[in-house]
């Protein structure tokens, strides 16, 4: 009878292949929607695996969803890889930025992609309420008194325009195509 020896990290590196493939192709599908270089994409999808492999034991004892931390750390990934293209392009070119976020408006840039693709599938009431009440930052009675509704209509369209936000979120992590 022969023992197997098993490598001291045999069980977290099993646990890292489940991750992978659990969620590898969403967040592939996810780094390449903001990616030009499908080879950015996977790099940056590889160090997020990375990360999570430096974090794995307390990832896995956390017992919450992988998902959105691993989409969080991606998207951080992402901005950096960003980051990274502008300082060798501004070292090249000697230029530089006049103004700008500190993350050069990147992080913007992915939220209102996928913002758009969200809204987009939204009821015009949902949508209406939703954009009056967060991006034109008017309180219920105000949008009520704007839209011709009563208050507590306004609450519940928001309540239900969120709820499809979320879940159309979580739909576009899992990998749904963005229509």
């Known amino acids: 009878m022969t023992t197997v020896l098993l490598h001291p990290h045999a069980a977290s590196d099993q646990a890292l292949r489940d991750l992978y493939r659990d969620h590898a192709t969403a967040l592939l599908r996810y780094a390449r929607w903001f990616c030009d270089d499908p080879a950015a994409a996977e790099d940056a999808v590889q160090e997020t695996f990375l990360r999570a492999w430096r974090h794995l034991p307390r ?7 992988l998902r959105p931390w691993l989409r969080q750390v991606l998207r951080h990934v992402l ?12 070292t090249l070119h000697d230029t530089v930025p006049v103004e700008g976020a500190v993350d050069g408006g990147y992080e913007s840039l992915l939220d209102r992609g996928v913002l758009a693709v969200v809204l987009r ?4 009431a949902h949508r209406e309420v939703l954009v009056e009440t967060y991006y034109r930052d008017a309180p219920t009675d105000r949008v009520a008194a704007r839209l011709g509704i009563p208050p507590g209509t306004v609450r519940s369209r928001l309540h239900y325009a969120l709820r499809a936000v979320r879940d159309r979120l979580d739909a576009l992590a899992a990998g749904e195509s963005a229509r």
């Open 59 to 65: 990832l896995l004892a956390d017992g919450r969803p």
């Open 79 to 90: 901005i950096d890889v960003d980051r990274s293209a502008r300082a060798k392009r501004e």
């Open 121 to 124: 599938d939204l009821s015009p």
